[in-house]
C-alpha cells in the first residue's frame, strides 16, 4: 500500500482521517533514541499486519524526528521502497498466513548485508497498544475492547478504534543491529531465522510486560497447585495426622488455594486506573517519579519483584497505577488476609491481589499450598510485589526486614532458575502521608490499630487538608543470581530439589533482606517537609526565627549536593525560603510575628507527627550528624581521631538505620564529609587539624543544629550500655535488658522534656541488643545472662565524652545507678528453718 506515490497518497489520506479520532503518545522514548544511530538506515517491524498501526507508527516518528517507515531507504545497492515491514507476512488472498515464511524485506537486508559486510541496518521493534492509558475513561464497559492476548480481528480493531483511538501507547524498543548478527557468519537461512527467533521473543516478552503473562482462568490455575508432588504430599501428611479421607484433606488443600489466589482481571486494572486517576488528581497536588526507565529495561526476560517501603495502604495501589501508566505490567500484590473483606477484597483480587495469613504456623498444608502457588508465579514471569517491612512503619523508619516472602522466593529460585529474578526496590515518600491522625495515636502511646484498608477512606472528611506532593524513586535492582555468586559461589553445583533447604539459606536470606533495605534507603526522596522537620525537632523549643530556618535549609541542601547520598537519591528545587513556604502552605508550621520579624514553630500536635518526617530521611544524615557531634564537646580533633571513632560507633547506626556504605568505604565517605564542612564554613582545617568555629558564631550554631539529629540515637545506645555495666557480668538477660532500657528512656524522656516516642521504642533496643551480639561484643551464657568485653566501659565511656554533653551523661548514670540501688536494697526473704 506504500510503495508507490499513489498507496501513500492514499494512505497519507487515511492517516489523517485517523487522526480525526484517534489520539497517541510514545512511552519510554529515551530506551531507543539514546542507542539509535542516525547515520545508519532504520527499519521497522511490527509483529502483524495493520494499516492502523502502521499509521500510528508513521505519526509518531513524524512527531518524534525520526525516518518515516513510509518513505524508501537504501542499504549500499539495496533500495527498499519502504522501512517497515512485519514479522507475521501480510495474508493471501484467502486470509491464509504462512508463519514459517521470512518477511521479504528481512531476507533482502541480510542478504544484501552479507554481501557487503561494512553496511549495517538497524531494526526497532514497535508495538501498539490501544486504549493502554483510559486515564479520563468514564464507561468501563468499554475497556473490555482494549488489548489483550486474545486474536484480534478486524471488526474488533475498528470497534477499538473507536471506542479506544484516544488512548493510544506506541512502545519503540532498542535498535537490532542487523550487521552484527550476520557477522557472525552462521549463514543467510540461519541468521534469517535468528532474527526472526529474536524479533519473536522480543514482541512476546515486550506484550507481557506492559499487560501481563497470558494466564489460564484462575480455576485451572488453582487446581494445578494440588497436582504438585510437594502439596501432593502434603494432602497425604494432613489426611494422616487428622485422620480424615484424603478427598476431604484434598478439598481442603482446594479451599486454601481459592482463599490465597488472585483473580487477576485486566479489566479490573483499567477500571481501577479510571478510579485511582481521580483519586490522585483530588488528594494530592502531583506524583513525581524517578528512574523507572531502569524498571522499563529490565521488565522484559526478567521474573520482577517490587519491593516497596511501606508508609501508607495506598502503596500498592500507587505502585500499581504508575506501573500501568508507564507501561508496565501490574504486579500481584502480598496482602493480608485482614482485606479480604466483603467488596473490597474482591476488588482487590481483581487488580492482582493474593491473600496471605500472618503466621503458616502449625498448618503445613497451608504452608505447600502457598509456597506452590509463589512458585507458579514466579515460573511463569508474573511480576508479584510484597513489603519486606511487613507492616506499615508507624514511625517513619525503615523497618527490620521479615524474611518470610524472602526465603520462599529465594528456595523457588534455587528449585527452578530458567527465569531470573530481579528484585526492584521502590522507594514511596509523602509529603503528608493519608493516616497520619492514625499515627499520631499511635506515636502519643496509642496501642497499634489492626490494619484496615477503611483507613484511607476516613480522609474523605479532611480533604481540606493540603497533603502535597508523592514523590516515587525506583532503586537500584538487585539481581538475584549475582547475589547468590556473591554470598554463595557454589549454589548453582548443588541438587536443588522442592524439600532442599541449605544450612545457609537463613543467614543468606537474612542479608538478602538487609540489602533490600540498603537499596530502598538509597532512592530516598528528600522533600521540604524531611528538612524542615529536621531542623526544628534539632531545636530546644522547636522554634527558629524564618531567617534563621532558610539558612538551616540552604545548609542541608549544600551539604546534600556537594556529598550526594545515592546516585537514587533525589533532593526538592528551591532555596530554604522556597521550602518553608511550601511547608507553611501545608499547614505544618505555626507562625508568630513580632517586630523584630516571624518565630516559625511546631505545635504539639505538629511536634510529635513531624518526628516521622524527619526520620524518612535520618539515615542520610546520620553520619554527617556524628562527624558534627564530635566537635560539640572537643574544640580540634585530627582525622585518624575522627575515623577510629567513627568507625567504632558507624555499625550500630548502620545496623539500625540500613545506611549504605560499608565499612571498607567509610573512610573516603568521611574524608568527602569534613570536606564540605571545611566548604560550608562548619569547620577549619589547620596543621592537619579539624577546628571548630568559635561557639558564639554562626557556624558553631549550625554544626550544632546538625548533629542533634543523631543525638537521641546516641543516648539510646550509651542507655542501654550504662544499664548493662551497672548490672555487671552474667547478671541480666538480654530481654531484662530490653525492658529496662524502655523504662529508662521514658524516664529521661519526661526529665528531659523529649517530645519523640521512638526514642523509647523497644524495637530499637532490642534491634541495639542483637547487634552487640552481632558483633560479640556481648555473649549469652548457658543460663542466657550476658557477658562483655572488659573493656567496653572504656570505649562505651571514651566515645560517649566525645558525642554526649556532660549532662545528658551524668543523667543518665544517675538514672542507672539509681536503678542499681533499688536492685542492691531490695531487702531478700530470710530462709524459713
Not at 1 to 8: A, G, H, L, V
Not at 34 to 62: G, M, W
Not at 241 to 261: F, Q, S, W
Not at 394 to 399: K, N, V
Amino acid at each position: 500500500m506504500t510503495r508507490s506515490p499513489i498507496r501513500r497518497l492514499i494512505f497519507g489520506a487515511l492517516r489523517r482521517l485517523l487522526y480525526l479520532w484517534v489520539r497517541s503518545e510514545t512511552i519510554n522514548r529515551s530506551s531507543y533514541s539514546l542507542n539509535l544511530d542516525r547515520s545508519r538506515p532504520v527499519f521497522y517491524v511490527l509483529q502483524s499486519p495493520s494499516l492502523s498501526d502502521l499509521a500510528v507508527v508513521d505519526r509518531e516518528c513524524t512527531r518524534a524526528g525520526l525516518p518515516r517507515p513510509v518513505l524508501p531507504v537504501s542499504v549500499g545497492a539495496l533500495r527498499e521502497p519502504a522501512a517497515f515491514f512485519y514479522l507475521t507476512p501480510e495474508p493471501d488472498w484467502l486470509g491464509r498466513h504462512d508463519k514459517r515464511g521470512a518477511p521479504p524485506t528481512l531476507s533482502r537486508l541480510v542478504s544484501a548485508i552479507s554481501q557487503h559486510a561494512e553496511e549495517d541496518a538497524q531494526i526497532i521493534p514497535v508495538s501498539v497498544f490501544w486504549g493502554q492509558s483510559p486515564a479520563s475513561e468514564s464507561s468501563p464497559w468499554k475497556l473490555l475492547f482494549a488489548d489483550s492476548w486474545a486474536v484480534t480481528g478486524r471488526l474488533r480493531r475498528l470497534v477499538s478504534i473507536l471506542i479506544l483511538g484516544r488512548k493510544t501507547r506506541v512502545q519503540f524498543s532498542t535498535p537490532i543491529h542487523l550487521g552484527e548478527l550476520v557477522k557472525q557468519n552462521k549463514g543467510l537461512e540461519r541468521t534469517l531465522r535468528m532474527t526472526q527467533r529474536i524479533l519473536r521473543v522480543h514482541f512476546r516478552n515486550q506484550k507481557a510486560a506492559v499487560i501481563g503473562p497470558d494466564i489460564s482462568h484462575r480455576r485451572n490455575l488453582v487446581k494445578g497447585l494440588i497436582h504438585d508432588s510437594q502439596v501432593r504430599q502434603a494432602i497425604s501428611d494432613e489426611a494422616e495426622r487428622e485422620r480424615i479421607p484424603l478427598a476431604k484433606a484434598e478439598a481442603l488443600a482446594l479451599r486454601y488455594g481459592n482463599e490465597i489466589a488472585s483473580d487477576y482481571t485486566y479489566t479490573a486494572i483499567r477500571f481501577l486506573e479510571v478510579v485511582l486517576s481521580w483519586f490522585w488528581n483530588k488528594i494530592y497536588d502531583g506524583i513525581k517519579v524517578n528512574q523507572i526507565e531502569s524498571v522499563q529495561g529490565i521488565a522484559q526476560g526478567h521474573e520482577v519483584i517490587y519491593v516497596p517501603c511501606h508508609r501508607s495502604h495506598i502503596d500498592y495501589l500507587l505502585l500499581s497505577y504508575l506501573l500501568f501508566r508507564n507501561g508496565l505490567t501490574p504486579p500481584h500484590i502480598a496482602a493480608g488476609i485482614n482485606l479480604n473483606m466483603p467488596v473490597i477484597g474482591g476488588l482487590l483480587r481483581r487488580g492482582g491481589a493474593f491473600f496471605m495469613r500472618r503466621t503458616f504456623k502449625g498448618n503445613p498444608l497451608y504452608t505447600a499450598v502457598f509456597n506452590e502457588y509463589l512458585h507458579t508465579l514466579f515460573t511463569k514471569g508474573f511480576p508479584v510485589e510484597y513489603f519486606v517491612e511487613g507492616g506499615r512503619s508507624r514511625t517513619g523508619r525503615m523497618l527490620q526486614p521479615k524474611t518470610g516472602m524472602l526465603a520462599i522466593t529465594l528456595r523457588s529460585f534455587l528449585r527452578s532458575s530458567r527465569m531470573p529474578i530481579v528484585f526492584v526496590p521502590v522507594y514511596i515518600g509523602y509529603e503528608r502521608v493519608l493516616e497520619g491522625r492514625t499515627y499520631l495515636g499511635e506515636l502519643r502511646g496509642a496501642s497499634k490499630k489492626k490494619e484496615s484498608i477503611f483507613d484511607i477512606f476516613k480522609v474523605i472528611g479532611a480533604l481540606k487538608q493540603r497533603f502535597g506532593q508523592v514523590a516515587v524513586n525506583f532503586g537500584e535492582p538487585i539481581r538475584l543470581a549475582e547475589f547468590l555468586d556473591q554470598q554463595q559461589p557454589g549454589w548453582r553445583d548443588q541438587s536443588h530439589g522442592p524439600q532442599f533447604k541449605p544450612a545457609w539459606l537463613n543467614e543468606t536470606t537474612h542479608r538478602l533482606g538487609q540489602k533490600v533495605a540498603c537499596h530502598l534507603n538509597e532512592a530516598a526522596a528528600i522533600n521540604p517537609v524531611n528538612l524542615v522537620a529536621l531542623a526544628l525537632l534539632s531545636t530546644s523549643k522547636l522554634a527558629l526565627d524564618d531567617r534563621a530556618m532558610a539558612r538551616v535549609l540552604d545548609l542541608f541542601l549544600a551539604l546534600l549536593r556537594q556529598v550526594p547520598y545515592s546516585p537514587h537519591t533525589t533532593l526538592p528545587s528551591g532555596d530554604g525560603q522556597a521550602l518553608i513556604q511550601h511547608v507553611k502552605d501545608m499547614d505544618l508550621l505555626a507562625e508568630q510575628s513580632d517586630a523584630l520579624g516571624k518565630i516559625l514553630y511546631l505545635d504539639e500536635q505538629n511536634a510529635i507527627l513531624m518526628t516521622y518526617y524527619r526520620n524518612n530521611v535520618l539515615h542520610i544524615f546520620a553520619l554527617p550528624a556524628l562527624l558534627a557531634s564530635f566537635f560539640q564537646s572537643a574544640s580540634r580533633m585530627s582525622r585518624e581521631q575522627i575515623l577510629r571513632y567513627t568507625r567504632a560507633l558507624y555499625p550500630y547506626l548502620q545496623s539500625e538505620l540500613f545506611i549504605r556504605w560499608s565499612l571498607d568505604e567509610l573512610d573516603a565517605v568521611i574524608d568527602q564529609w569534613l570536606q564540605a564542612f571545611v566548604d560550608q564554613g562548619l569547620l577549619r582545617f589547620e596543621n592537619q587539624l579539624y577546628l571548630r568555629p568559635a561557639p558564639s558564631s554562626r557556624h558553631f550554631v549550625l554544626l550544632t543544629l546538625l548533629s542533634r539529629a543523631i543525638a537521641q540515637t546516641l543516648q539510646r545506645f550509651y542507655m542501654a550500655i550504662s544499664l548493662l555495666l551497672n548490672s555487671g557480668q552474667n547478671s541480666i538477660s538480654a530481654e531484662e535488658l530490653e525492658d529496662l532500657c524502655t523504662v529508662m528512656a521514658q524516664r529521661l524522656s519526661i526529665l528531659q522534656g523529649l517530645n519523640a516516642p521512638e526514642f523509647f521504642d523497644k524495637s530499637l533496643f532490642r534491634h541495639f541488643i542483637q547487634t552487640l551480639l552481632d558483633q560479640r561484643v556481648l555473649q549469652r551464657d548457658t543460663a542466657g545472662k550476658l557477658n562483655y568485653l572488659e573493656v567496653l566501659g572504656e570505649l562505651a565511656e571514651g566515645a560517649a565524652k566525645r558525642v554526649l554533653p556532660a549532662e545528658i551523661r551524668l543523667s543518665i548514670r544517675q538514672v542507672a545507678l539509681h536503678r542499681n540501688d533499688e536492685v542492691t536494697e531490695t531487702p531478700v526473704a530470710e530462709p524459713v528453718d
